[in-house]
């Protein structure tokens, strides 16, 4: 029996259908066989699986969000491919543990270093990001996104805009109103940290 072929038999007698999810879509529904102790689920080749992407199995409706996807060869074919994962729980505490770490804000693959959004009297600013996001990016991405939290999001950036386009002027802890806001969305705290730093130079385009 062929490598390939062993995976078939495994994925028959032991698989479940798993729902692919990306960009909040469902992509593919394909069969795997997910081994709970290793935190993998082993697919057939030929799958199209991402980084990033979410597993959901279908007879459970439990999700896993894929980290690592590696493609297993034997005499130069691939034979398998396997997605390591975090389940819901895993995913939650790492980023309450982002959250609790000062200085460091994060939105998507976007890292924004030691941060002051401004709540105190006097505070030195000093933000390092691996890529320049503008208001426009923070709106495009408001405007994809759906549920209870899209509204308290527009209505924030809808706030903030006047100020940043007319190049206002921004009271001691004029940002105060906005605190439960961004804690309660910490994944846009660094690009509106990057945004209002650019505004405070001058830059805002």
Do not use: C
């Amino acid at each position: 029996m062929s490598a390939e072929g062993a995976v078939r038999d495994l994925i028959k007698l032991n698989g479940e259908p798993f729902d692919v999810t990306r960009s909040n879509q469902v992509v593919a529904t394909v069969s795997g066989s997910q081994n709970r102790r290793e935190q993998h689920v082993t697919f057939l080749p030929g799958i199209d699986l991402r980084e990033g992407d979410v597993l959901r199995a279908t007879t459970t409706g439990k999700t896993f969000h894929v980290t690592e996807v590696d493609p297993y060869t034997l005499e130069g074919k691939v034979y398998r491919v396997t997605a390591t994962y975090e389940t819901e729980a895993q995913r939650a505490q790492s980023e309450a543990a982002e959250r609790r770490q000062p200085g460091n804000l994060h939105i998507g693959h976007l890292a924004a270093q030691n941060a002051v959004i401004g709540y105190q009297q006097h505070a030195n600013i000093s933000t390092t990001t691996t890529a320049t996001v503008t208001l426009s990016d923070i709106e495009h991405y408001v405007a994809q996104q759906e549920g209870p939290d899209a509204e308290e999001l527009r209505t924030m950036l809808a706030e903030l805009k006047p100020l940043l386009n007319e190049r206002g002027s921004l009271s001691k802890g004029g940002l105060a109103q906005f605190s439960q806001a961004i804690e309660g969305h910490s994944w846009i705290a660094g690009a509106l940290a990057q945004v209002l730093l650019n505004w405070a130079l001058g830059n805002i385009k």
